[in-house]
């Protein structure tokens, strides 16, 4: 019973992880979009702007993705599985 729980949270809980990345992944890139701006107004310098973003990104989204992995999945099956440990009826 439990492990069929587990595995449904994971399914639940990759649909969120998935959707909260991308919607991190496209204000960080609004944020680094305003900062060339703020940088380099001119539309001169717009051709390296996506490899900017593009650079900068990759190395925020890197980090994003070990706290995603944290928040999303590790904190909710320890509470589901220590919720399961102090509650289980069939524990003499």
Known sequence: ???RLAL??????TVVSVSLYYYLRAGRREALLSEWQARD???AANEHRDDWINRRLAAA???T???LAVVVYALPLAGLFLYVGF???FVP
Not at 8 to 13: E, I, Q
């Open 1 to 3: 019973m439990i492990l």
């Open 65 to 67: 993705v070990w706290r």
């Open 61 to 63: 989204m890197r980090q």
């Open 87 to 89: 509650t289980d009826p």
């Open 41 to 43: 107004p001119s539309e």
């Open 8 to 13: 449904l949270m994971m399914a639940v809980l």
